[in-house]
Each structure stands twice: as structure tokens, then as C-alpha cells.
T-cell receptor, first 113, second 114 residues
């Protein structure tokens, strides 16, 4: 059974640009969550989607957005990139979210220069 | 609101020694608790989870954790450390309901010395 796949693994962008990250969850999983990991702030929740609906959103500016498609694949977008957006972005999938066990992808390392 | 505190950002043990990583949580409702491990340049791997079925939870790679409600703790232990255990460990809590997210501690970096 394939795990959670995140693409790309590494990305370098310039300040002011926008970026789209992709996450393919485990087959059959309908919940996808996104987390940002930085040395200073640790792991912070961005948002969670279930059956194409956002159910919860973390405390991030509106530049951070996401969506989920009917096949449960998810994308997150960051517009007008800032240096502080440099981080490891992790996607997690689970059957239904909440208490259910979450499986993480290897992450996308975003560097903003 | 839910929160997690991991005591000790860095723990160093000798190979073969006991591993003890501390986690305390705060939750207004009975929580679900998790321990994850992260190796360099990798995502998070679930070690074990507490879901109220039993207070002593056994996980992968010889790790286990005990839920103590009175102490609001969920410490991770392993009787004998192996070099391959060197990694960063994260404790996380989910209080359920409409709160579809994990709240993580800051992490503990485990170093295993030969």
C-alpha cells in the first residue's frame, strides 16, 4: 500500500512569488492535514480537509490556502512568499481525521530567498 | 484548548541505557495522545498512540508509553537504547470533537552514544 506522497521534495522560490505544494494521501483516506515545521516554531497546524471541505484552520495569514479534490488529493498554496515561509511542509492523511491515526509524508522543503 | 509540553529539548543516553522522554499534556476533555519519531530529512512516523483502551501502550521498535491522568503525563520509554534510535521525538495530543488537528510538543532530540 503506497504511503503519503508529497511533491516536490525540495523547492527554492524568491520572495514575492507564489508556490503550490501537492499531497496524495493513502488510498481510501479522506482526511488530509497540512503542517508547517520550522526550528523556531516547531510543528504548527495549517488546515485540515475532509471530502473537499475545510474543517479546521490554524492561525496563519490568508496567504496560506489549500484545497482538496474529489480523489482526496490536496494542494496548498502560499502567495506573496516571505523569507519566514521557509520551512518543511508536512502533509498527513487519515481515514477520517480527528482521533484517527495520521500518516505523514516526507514533506516538501521550501526555501525562500 | 489543548497543549503539550516536552521536558528536555535534548536527551543523551548511552547505547543499552534506558530511554525516558517526558511529555505532559493539557486538555479539557479526555485526550488521544501520540508519539511520533522523525529522522533527518524525513516525515513523521507514528510510534504509538493512546486511545483510552489501556494506560500502558506498546509501540514499534520496543518503545512504550504510560498514560497517567493524575499527572497529565504520557512519557515514552525504551529499556535499552540502540544507535538507530537517535532521532527527534514528538508528543502530540488531539482532543477530538470538531478539533481535527494534532497539537505537537516542541520535540526532544535523542542522541545515543556508543
Amino acid at each position: 500500500k503506497a504511503g503519503v506522497t508529497q511533491t516536490p521534495r525540495y523547492l527554492i522560490k524568491t520572495r514575492g512569488q507564489q508556490v503550490t505544494l501537492s499531497c496524495s494521501p493513502i488510498s481510501g483516506h479522506r482526511s488530509v492535514s497540512w503542517y508547517q515545521q520550522t526550528p523556531g516554531q516547531g510543528l504548527q497546524f495549517l488546515f485540515e480537509y475532509f471530502s473537499e471541505t475545510q474543517r479546521n484552520k490554524g492561525n496563519f495569514p490568508g496567504r496560506f490556502s489549500g484545497r482538496q479534490f474529489s480523489n482526496s488529493r490536496s494542494e496548498m498554496n502560499v502567495s506573496t512568499l516571505e523569507l519566514g515561509d521557509s520551512a518543511l511542509y508536512l502533509c498527513a492523511s487519515s481515514l477520517q481525521g480527528g482521533y484517527a491515526e495520521a500518516f505523514f509524508g516526507q514533506g516538501t522543503r521550501l526555501t525562500v530567498v | 484548548a489543548q497543549s503539550v509540553t516536552q521536558l528536555g529539548s535534548h536527551v543523551s543516553v548511552s547505547e543499552g541505557a534506558l530511554v525516558l522522554l517526558r511529555c505532559n499534556y493539557s486538555s479539557s476533555v479526555p485526550p488521544y495522545l501520540f508519539w511520533y519519531v522523525q529522522y533527518p530529512n524525513q516525515g513523521l512516523q507514528l510510534l504509538l498512540k493512546y486511545t483510552s483502551a489501556a494506560t500502558l501502550v506498546k509501540g514499534i521498535n520496543g518503545f512504550e508509553a504510560e498514560f497517567k491522568k493524575s499527572e497529565t503525563s504520557f512519557h515514552l520509554t525504551k529499556p535499552s537504547a540502540h544507535m538507530s534510535d537517535a532521532a527527534e521525538y514528538f508528543c502530540a495530543v488531539n482532543s477530538g470533537g470538531s478539533n481535527y488537528k494534532l497539537t505537537f510538543g516542541k520535540g526532544t532530540l535523542l542522541t545515543v552514544n556508543p
